[in-house]
């Protein structure tokens, strides 16, 4: 049984993985500030696991939660482009100083790997299709200008350090429990919400930018994965479902599952979205033995499943 500091392990991502670990025996603690966390992720694991209830920002606190630990799953983030657009700052804080702070205190504590969530975000304006690890990073919002400094950071601390680091660059996930309701809700679960409860719903754009949605259980698998395979410290992966799809059609698979049109507009595109995104997966599944196994339409027939639970 090994140790895992899962930071974010109350948040969409963190939750999952978390819920994967207890599921295999692990020994988990968590440290998570529940600043878009919900306690409601961990309730039913909450005899399982150690929580600390602080910020990846403090020094101490962070000293604290590494002890004794194995590996760190580094989930914990303001993640959204329009937040970081909002207010770079804090973003920043939290994303780029609080993982500077993770990592400083791996490094001392003697921990043997960080696996990092980094984001397809850093790609940003190349628009070169599959994005490969090897292309230049082009982040083209304060988000993914933190996610990329994150993994340079973690890359830094691997050469120059030698603790070990797996940057994992997610690509859209979306699965159950995944936020519907906050200002920077993702579109998937905001849309299957809405159109469950027969919202009025808009469209950013003209719905024909396309992602590599990724269903969340791919992303936990690739975590694990990163945690313990070898010859990967220093190295930056793509975790996606390798199909790339738009809005557009992502709407259509949900009108068939949800059995309704839904009440659907189109509105200006968002500043920072990138037009198209499709991942070239083949590094993590040589490296990582990475395979995903839920593709986008079982993904949103398991996501509908569990909103409908809920509304
Ligand atoms: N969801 C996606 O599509 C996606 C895509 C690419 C990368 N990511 C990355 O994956 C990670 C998890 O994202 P998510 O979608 O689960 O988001 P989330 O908001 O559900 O989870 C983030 C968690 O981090 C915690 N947190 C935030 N600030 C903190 C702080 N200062 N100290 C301690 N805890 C803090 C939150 O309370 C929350 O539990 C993030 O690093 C995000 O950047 C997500």
Not at 252 to 274: A, F, K, M, N, Q
Request: proline letters at 4%; hydrophobic letters at 40%.
């Amino acid at each position: 049984m090994a140790t895992y500091l899962v930071t974010g392990g109350a948040g969409f991502i963190g939750g999952h993985i978390v819920e994967e670990l207890v599921r295999r025996g692990e020994s988990v603690r968590v440290l998570d500030n529940f600043s878009t966390g919900k306690r409601d992720t961990l309730a039913a694991l909450r005899e399982s696991i150690e929580l600390v209830e602080g910020d990846i920002r403090s020094y101490h606190i962070v000293r604290e939660a590494v002890k004794d630990v194995d590996y760190i799953l580094h989930q914990g983030a303001l993640p959204s482009v329009p937040r970081s657009i909002n207010d770079p700052i804090t973003t920043n804080e939290v994303n780029v100083g609080g993982t500077l702070n993770l990592l400083d205190a791996a490094r001392d504590a003697g921990v043997k790997r960080v696996v990092y969530a980094s984001s397809s975000s850093v790609y940003g304006a190349n628009r070169d299709l599959p994005k490969n690890e090897d292309m230049v990073p082009l982040p083209i919002s304060p988000y993914a200008v933190a996610k990329l400094t994150g993994e340079k950071y973690c890359q830094v601390f691997s050469w120059t350090y030698g603790l070990e680091t797996v940057g994992l660059r997610y690509f859209n996930v979306f699965g159950p429990r995944q936020d519907p309701q906050s200002a920077y809700a993702a579109f998937i679960p905001k849309f299957i919400t809405g159109m469950l409860t027969d919202a009025s719903l808009v469209i950013d754009g003209d719905g024909t930018q396309s992602r590599d949605f990724t269903y969340v259980s791919n992303v936990v698998q690739a975590n694990l994965r990163a945690a313990v395979a070898e010859g990967v410290g220093g190295e930056v992966f793509n975790i996606a479902c390798g199909q790339s799809m738009s809005l557009n059609e992502v709407v259509e698979y949900l009108r068939t599952i949800i059995g309704t049109t839904g009440r659907i507009s189109y509105g200006p595109s968002r500043p920072g979205d990138v037009a198209r995104s499709l991942a070239d997966i083949g590094r993590a599944t040589e490296r990582l033995g990475y395979r995903p196994e839920v593709d986008l339409e079982e993904g949103l027939r398991r996501t509908v499943g569990w909103f409908r639970q809920g509304v």
